[in-house]
């Protein structure tokens, strides 16, 4: 059946909604074609500014549609800023303001910097390239993850009761996650009940609110150098001095650690123990043992970020000693997640800590966010508890063994070096030779992103490393930019 879409009788402030046909035959729904269709025509100036849409019921006789098709197109019509609705009037074309167009048509920062640091980084992380030409990024390749596995279990949750969506959450987390994680953190060694765990949007938030509780401007916070980027400009912000401790392969440089530990008196030590971001190495039981002594001694907290723990084999495969195991979450915060397992988009994280102070996290965190997304948390409990997730997570290691040693096989072959490497994990810290902060903005103009050595130190100083995921180095083409620019 087939319906032009043009009212019986206009009033003179009125025009027909299209020329063009409704199909029922489409594979476009009734009210996505009649929502095309009008918007086209306000965009080909065919209805004007004020005109008046014919009635709901007017426009479902015309058409042979329902009323409740009409009433939903015209509502996404309004919420498109297309049309506006006047209370006993009826619907109005609405006058739209100008697009400003963009300097790029990708929507990219320049592609020359004027200052290449961790906000350019993230910034470009964002921009709407394939996962496969990020071959710097800090995330799996969309295809890589199960997007079936999210979708049935939000389809499972929207059959329960709906008046559960519809409330605030409990500001320390959805309770049946907190005792799954419970369950979690037993397979590690680390006792704990529902209560000690916080959950947050992303270990992000959670390194927030933990730096946020300890410290005041100009104390200092000792991170791994190289390490996570991201939280250097975010302890910055607080007012916080951050102090690198040489990253070695097997963990920090414990010289070094107590000598500045004796220097700086630190509030806070921001580290990975397993699968460390950028070099995926992880940490011996020796100096696990070492760094909660000099932390006794010093008086200073331990922040384990244990984000990558999943794609660790476990200890029964490979070494992996966590602080959290030892220390029983007396001296350490231990953190984690599931978003670069399951979806960035569902940001869903942990804290694990004592009683005390989960509490006040939660009391600080309820004060800033009141509480997390409770229907990510409810999809992280779903898959969690129904036994899908470790299997989940087994095709991704497998997926990571695949491509590690060919990846790094390569990276030699083209001149790259590779002196850091581990059997395990997403990352590899390789000496591309040359200054990879010119490498990177010469990589973005040919639309890849790179992530420089310069931005993993709190120092930032220019940088013969840099990060490369091994999940995102399927397109030819960065091997032939990377040849071109480290060959030999």
């Known amino acids: 059946m087939t319906n032009t879409l043009s009212p019986r009788k206009l009033n003179r402030s009125q025009t027909p909604a299209a020329p063009q046909l409704l199909s029922r035959d489409s594979d476009t729904s009734l009210v996505e074609q009649i929502v095309r269709t009008i918007e086209a025509r306000i965009n080909d100036r065919l209805l004007r500014t004020g005109a008046r849409m014919p009635s709901i019921r007017q426009f479902a006789d015309t058409h042979g549609v329902s009323r409740f098709t009409v009433v939903e197109a015209y509502d996404r019509l309004v919420a498109k800023g297309c049309l506006e609705s006047r209370r006993g009037s009826g619907f109005y074309v609405r006058e739209r303001a100008p697009l400003i167009a963009s300097d790029n048509s990708n ?5 020359r910097p004027p200052l290449m640091d961790v906000v350019w980084l993230v910034r470009n992380m964002f921009r709407q390239l394939p996962t496969k030409k990020m071959p710097g990024s800090g995330m799996l390749p969309i295809d890589w993850l199960d997007a079936d596995l999210i979708a049935n279990a939000l389809r499972s949750i929207s059959r ?34 529902p209560e000690q765990f916080v959950t947050t949007t992303g270990v992000t938030q959670g ?37 690198g401790v040489p990253r070695l392969a097997d963990g920090p440089d414990m010289a070094k650690l107590a000598e500045l530990s004796a220097l700086h008196k630190p509030k806070l030590y921001v580290m990975v123990s397993v699968l460390h971001n950028p070099t995926s190495t992880s940490l011996s039981a020796a100096k696990a043992f070492q760094i909660l002594k000099l932390a006794e001694e010093h008086d200073f907290m331990i922040v384990e970020d244990d984000i990558y723990c999943d794609l660790h084999p476990g200890s029964a495969v490979q070494p992996a000693t966590r602080i959290a195991t030892l220390d029983q979450l007396n001296r350490v915060i231990y953190m984690g997640g599931f978003s670069k397992t399951l979806s960035p988009n569902l940001r869903s994280g942990f804290i694990a800590t004592s009683h005390e102070l989960a509490q006040h996290f939660a009391d600080r965190k309820m004060l800033s966010t009141l509480t997390s997304a409770e229907i990510g948390e409810r999809v992280i409990y779903k898959i969690l508890s129904e036994g899908h997730y470790r299997k989940h997570v087994d095709r991704l290691r497998n997926k990571l063994d695949g491509v590690r040693d060919r990846t790094i096989r390569q990276m030699e072959r083209i001149g790259m070096t590779v002196d850091i490497s581990t059997p395990a994990g997403m990352f590899v810290w390789a000496d591309a030779g040359c200054d990879t902060n010119v490498l990177t903005e010469k990589a973005l103009a040919q639309d890849y992103l790179l992530a420089p050595g310069s931005l993993f130190s709190p120092k930032q100083l220019p940088s013969s490393r840099m990060r490369i995921n091994v999940a995102a180095m399927s397109d030819p083409g960065i091997w032939r930019f990377l040849e071109s620019e480290c060959g030999k």
Not at 107 to 111: A, L, M
Not at 170 to 190: C, D, S, V, Y
Not at 216 to 237: E, K, N, R, T, Y
């Open 107 to 111: 929507g990219s920062s320049d592609k």
């Open 160 to 193: 329960q009761n709906p008046a559960q969506l519809l409330s605030y959450g409990n500001p320390q987390g959805f309770l049946p996650l907190r005792q799954q994680l419970q369950l979690k953190m037993a397979e590690l060694e680390i006792a704990a009940t």
């Open 207 to 243: 390194l927030d609110l933990v730096a946020r509780h300890f410290t005041q401007p100009g104390d200092v916070i000792f991170v791994d150098d190289p390490s996570w980027f991201l939280m250097f400009a975010s302890f910055a912000a607080l007012g916080a001095k951050l102090v």
